[in-house]
């Protein structure tokens, strides 16, 4: 059978009659005289002693689970990656992976730390706002995995040590969010958000300085989102990414 389905578009025709010689075609690159400096600063962290080793028992007991129970090794994947992704960044708080067949566990986190153990990232996060925010300038933290404590727990060690810090959620409907970022920004230091929530359609020109709290796994959104503040009509003279 042969299904058919009209999809919305506009003939090529209509470009290449009316439109093509009175077009321009630019990119950024075309451009670069009038943009900012640019500069993306990759940060190696490295887990304290107490974190690492759990991580790489967990990592061992899955691995050793994979190889040896073919019945369930695709079933747990999923679990596999998210585990092994977020106990880093939260290693408390981590809920058991459990045999899909019969229900018992098969590898249980252990807390090795809390909500109010302040770990490397965050250390590092600070020692950032209070270098930007010294000289006026304000800061935008991305955090992808909203399933963890991690914008909250920003949230309040930075209000604690004095800067004013904002979280812009998913409750924010993305029609609004320009609005709402337009009636906030006087009063932010630090804005905190998921990127894909802001990946296209918002100039951030205000936030010089952006941090990759932690980094998904889709290319296309790492890239838009990290360019919300590089844009033809900033004024500052750079942009940082870290």
């Known amino acids: 059978k042969l299904r058919e389905k009209l ?10 009659r009316y439109l093509l010689d009175n077009a321009v ?10 943009m900012p400096e640019y500069e993306e600063i990759p940060i190696i962290m490295k887990m304290n002693d107490e974190v690492a080793n759990e991580y790489e028992r967990i990592e061992g007991k899955l691995k050793s689970i ?10 747990i994947l999923g679990n596999y990656l998210i585990i092994l992704t977020l106990y880093p960044d939260m290693p408390y708080g981590m809920k058991p992976i459990y045999n899909p067949e019969d229900g018992s566990e098969l590898v249980v986190p252990k807390n090795v730390g809390s909500p109010d153990e302040l770990y490397e990232k965050e250390l590092k996060v600070l020692e950032i706002a209070e ?8 800061l935008l933290v991305y955090t992808n995995w909203v399933n963890t404590d991690t914008q909250k727990k920003l949230q309040r060690i930075l209000t604690e040590k004095g800067y004013r810090t904002k979280i812009l959620s998913s409750s924010t409907q993305a029609s609004k969010r320009e609005a709402w970022l337009m009636k906030n ?15 296209t359609g918002l100039d951030l020109n205000e936030f010089t300085n952006i941090i990759f709290y932690n ?27 870290y």
């Open 7 to 16: 999809l919305p578009g506009v003939s090529p025709l209509v470009f290449t």
């Open 25 to 34: 075609f630019l990119s950024l690159d075309d451009m670069t005289d009038s």
């Open 66 to 75: 994979l190889k040896s129970e073919r019945k369930i090794s695709h079933k």
């Open 131 to 138: 270098e930007k925010i010294s000289k006026g300038e304000k």
């Open 185 to 199: 920004v006087n009063n932010i230091d630090v804005l905190i958000t998921n990127p894909s929530l802001v990946e």
């Open 215 to 241: 980094v998904a796994y889709n290319l296309n959104t790492f890239r838009q989102s990290s360019r919300r503040s590089w844009r033809i009509n900033q004024t500052s003279p750079r942009v940082e990414v």
